[in-house]
C-alpha cells in the first residue's frame, strides 16, 4: 500500500484520513448504566447529535481481571473509580454482549457504522460474528501483542489509542499490526488521565506521529471541554473520540469526562467550522475577497495638472481606492510629464503619461 492510502482507508462508507472530513466517534463505554434501554436510547441521540460513528467497549469482567480484593486489585485513583476492585469497576462498565448485535442494528439503521474496542481474543471473534467494519485498540491494551495480531489478523482498519505508551511501544505495536495483516491505522493521541486537563494534553504530538509514521492521526479526547478537540482538528487530526452520556448527573463510571447531547453537536457544528476555515493553502484573494481589492491604495492625481505639468508628490499620491496605478509605478512615473490636462481625483493611468 502506497504512503496516500495509508492516509486514507474507509469505515463501513465512511472515507477517513485528511482528505475527508473528521470522523466524530462517540464512545458509549458504560454510560448505559447496565440498563439496555438506555444503551438503546444513547445510540439514538449519538446519532442524532452527529456522530459519524458508534463505538462500544467489548468485554467481560472476567476477560479483564479476577474476582480478588487484595491490595493489588483495590482501586487507588480517580474519585469515580476509587475503593472499588477492578472487577467491580469493571462489572458495572461492562456492555452485555447479548446487547450488542441490537445497538448495532439501531447505529446502522441511521447509517452511522458501528464498531468495539476489544480486551482480549473472545471479543474479537464475537465482533467478528456481528460483522463490525473495524476495530479500536484501548490505550491500556496496546501492549497486548497476542491480542493486536487477532485483531490484525482480521485485515479490518485498526484504531489505536497511544495514551501512555512510550515511543518504542508504539512502534511495536504498528508493527505487530502492520506485520500480522493490517495496514489500515490510525493512531489516536491520548492522555488517559479521568479527565484529562488541557495542560496535559500536548497536542503538538498529534502532527509528529503523522510525520514518524505517515499514518492517519487524532484525537481520544477526555477532557471536559471540546476546545482541546478543536485544537487537534486544527493540528491535522481526522478522528475526534469522545465519550457521550445522556445526563452527566445521572453517573457511572465514565459520565464525569462524558458529553452530552447538546455539547455534542456543538462538538461537531464547530468540527465542521473549523474543517471549513482550515481550508488548503492559498495566496491572493479569494472569491469574496476579490470585490474589496478595490479598496486598496492607487496613484491618483490629487491636485489639477495641466498638459505638459510635471507630475511630483504635490499633484500624485498613493491613496485609497484601487482605480489606479499600482503604488509600485510611483518613483517610476514621478518626474514624467501629464499627456493632457488632468482633473484632481482621476485615477492616474500609463496614458495619462507622456
Known sequence: MNEKNLLNFKIGNRKIGEDHPVFIVAEISGNHNQSFERAKELIRTACQSGADAIKLQTYTPETLTIDCSNKWFQVK??????GRTLYELH????TPWEWQPELKKIAESRGVPFFSSVFDETAVDFCEKM????????????VDLELLKKIAGTKKPVIISRGMASLKELELALATLKENGTSQIAVLHCVSSYPAKPEEMNLATIPDIKRRFGLVTGLSDHTLTISTSLAAVALGASIIEKHFTLRRADGGPDAGFSLEPAEFKELVKSVREVEKAIGKAQYGSGKRES????????LFVVKDVKKGEELTRENVRCIRPGHGLAPKFLHEILGKRASENIEQGTPLSWDLIS
Open 77 to 82: 485513583v480517580n474519585p469515580a473509580w476509587k
Open 91 to 94: 462489572r458495572e462498565a461492562y
Open 131 to 142: 460483522g463490525v467494519p473495524a476495530y479500536k485498540v484501548a490505550s491500556f491494551e496496546i
Open 291 to 298: 470585490e474589496n481589492i478595490i479598496f486598496r491604495r492607487s
